[in-house]
T-cell receptor, first 112, second 113 residues
């Protein structure tokens, strides 16, 4: 069965304290891995798409990387406004309908 | 910037009543999706829709659920006879193609009493 596991469940950082979030996946074949940010009571907001091992994407203080078994979301010098839940989702082959399989999320809190 | 919109933002209904949740996907997108998130749980896939038919559906999407694209802009999710366990946030999403990034709406919070 295709599965996505994120760790840690919650992460508290001081402003400027860099860290990484992990997303481990077990799928029959990876079609794509997606990172989203979700604020309380809101819909997931797209951050990155990764398609193949070794791929990296960056946006401001965030950098996403992908290996054959996991993805990392690195946060460099975070600010309080980076506080949110970060969701990882995968699409697996043979996927005809575009279904995303989500992890539980990592709730990030950045204190000033 | 184009975005997915959903109405209403919050729907309260009595158990056994029918509800229709509405979504306006991004205009040039061809694939449409519904997901739900029960409070404190993972976002779960319900159904995907392309070319006026269901592409894929999950076990959750039983005979009580249906989807429709009634015109060129709206995409709806109907729950025929709501149950207490249907209480959740329902998210609509859209993408250009099936393997492309899905963009999510703000959600409709459904509360079944």
């Amino acid at each position: 069965e295709d599965q996505v596991t994120q760790s840690p469940e919650a992460l508290r950082l001081q402003e400027g304290e860099s860290s990484s979030l992990n997303c481990s996946y077990t799928v029959s074949g990876l079609r794509g891995l997606f990172w989203y940010r979700q604020d309380p009571g809101k819909g997931p907001e797209f951050l990155f798409t990764l398609y193949s091992a070794g791929e990296e994407k960056e946006k401001e203080r965030l950098k996403a990387t992908l290996t054959k078994k996991e993805s990392f979301l690195h946060i460099t010098a975070p600010k309080p406004e980076d506080s949110a839940t970060y969701l990882c989702a995968v699409q697996a082959y043979p996927n005809q309908g575009g279904k995303l399989i989500f992890g539980q999320g990592t709730e990030l809190s950045v204190k000033p | 910037e184009p975005e997915v919109t959903q109405t209403p933002s919050h729907q309260v209904t009595q158990m056994g009543q029918e509800v229709i949740l509405r979504c306006v996907p991004i205009s040039n997108h061809l694939y449409f999706y519904w997901y739900r998130q029960i409070l404190g749980q993972k976002v779960e896939f319900l159904v995907s829709f392309y070319n006026n038919e269901i592409s894929e559906k999950s076990e959750i999407f039983d005979d009580q659920f249906s989807v429709e694209r009634p015109d060129g802009s709206n995409f709806t999710l109907k729950i025929r006879s709501t149950k207490l366990e249907d209480s959740a946030m329902y998210f609509c999403a859209s993408s250009t193609v099936g393997a492309d990034t899905q963009y999510f709406g703000p959600g409709t919070r459904l509360t079944v009493l």
